[in-house]
């Protein structure tokens, strides 16, 4: 005989699970020892959000889904920013929550919510274990959803009196590899042509192309077609960013200098492109036609209405259409000679002597390698990282445009440094962020993380106080005090440093990557540039988008 919670270990090991990330309650304990005695590394956070967050990071990273797990009630609850961070931004992830026994009621309605209905619409798929007969399957259908395109989180609840049933021993359904289709050839034909017809086409490559086993393809589909391209925040990094046909990375919606090329070009190919990203351009009737490729069919939105689409595996059919296309694009770099412009004015002052975003973002690169990984947490500094910070390897910015939420910077480089442990991490989080789940700093320590974390102090939620500045509010209800960021740093067992002069920093950085373990640094911003840069310079240098 077997104990359910051991038929359910069983079946994650089957998927290849080595790590689960969470705070388990009374309602897992069967599950507890189960992991015990299996080759799975249970991994403590401080917070559920914590461990959902790095969960979903591992599924970014990897493209396997990352394992959570929490008890029933209130610590399941906690898991719901993270399950919205996996379904908006395509993260493949299993949660695993306790509950009560549902052959008898014991504690009648103690602590009991109806967690499976309340993740139903967060999650790709949400399931209650009846009986340990059903874990196997349902299990690798878990994986099976989280993991196929478009990625997402599934929710399993274990109920306590499953996981401690006996049962006859039942066979684990075996994993095997799915392949993708790929686009049809009527679709690659006429994209073909279109291409081939087009006076100035363009690249753009969105969150999709950032999948791990789509990035060598994409690259070489901008060598072999030679297109100038731009990524969106969360396809920043999918080509090289020192290519020399990269034209930029759409901060904003419009506006910018990377928006004299979107405006100019008359066809846009859209690769990997996923409307829960902030729109990197909005599309009108006047402005150029766009091809979409991505694993599925374009979500059609007010301001995305693609003209074509190659429906398909995205690596192979990125394959097949630069076989129609390679060495036959008449006008493939109509727009190169806008490149140079575009990218001097975005690093425009990067090396004044102020604590300003673009002299952050400028030291920030200099002491990263190129398979250096930035995880960047949810404030006004990621729209300047996202627009000023050069990308030479895939998956080495990871930013959320999609749910971007607060509180996710920390726990997302943590996984990172995790998984790759001899490459340098960094977390850059403004303050508001970090306070929401600056106690994993505890679990980084205990994990023995190399991690450094850049924290960006404006005493402020400064994204907010500067839209409600460019929307002519008054000041108002967006400051707050902070603790000693260093002591607080060491009284969690990491290092701290606090940089009085902008000279600083570089060498502070430096020395904590060097000096290993976790190490805070902390730095004031001056978030002057914001309306100077980001509103005021360009509403006077460019014109105002055509109205659709």
Known sequence: MTKGSDLFVAALENEGVERIFGIPGEENLDIVESIRRSSIQLILTRHEQAAAFMAATYGRLTGKAGVCITTLGPGALNLTTG??????????????????????????????????????????????????????????EAFRVAQEERPGPVHLELPEDIAAAECEPIALVPTHPVELPLASPGALDRAARMIMEAKRPLLMFGAAASRPRVTPDVAQFVLRTQIPYFTTQMGKGTVPGGTELYMGTAALSERDYVHEAIQQADLIITIGHDTVEKPPFIMGAKGPEVIHVGYQSADVEQVYFPQAEIVGDLGPSLKLLADRIEGNIPNAQALLPLREGILSRIAARATEDRFTPQRIVHDVRAVMPADGILALDNGMYKIWFARNYRTRMANTILLDNALATMGAGLPSAMMAALLYPQRRVMAICGDGGFMMNSQELETAVRLKLNLVVLLLEDHAYGMIRWKQAVDEFPDFGMTFGNPDFVKYAEAYGAKGTRVGAIAELRPALEQAFTGGGVHLVVVPIDYSENIRVLVDELRERLPAPQAS
Not at 109 to 127: E, G
């Open 83 to 140: 399950s919205a961070y996996a379904l908006l931004g395509a993260m493949p992830m299993i949660m695993i929550t306790g509950q009560k026994g549902i052959l008898s009621s014991r504690q009648a309605r103690f602590q009991i919510v109806d967690i499976v209905a309340a993740m139903k619409p967060l999650t790709k798929l949400s399931r209650q274990i009846v009986s340990p007969k059903m874990i196997p399957s349902l299990v690798r």
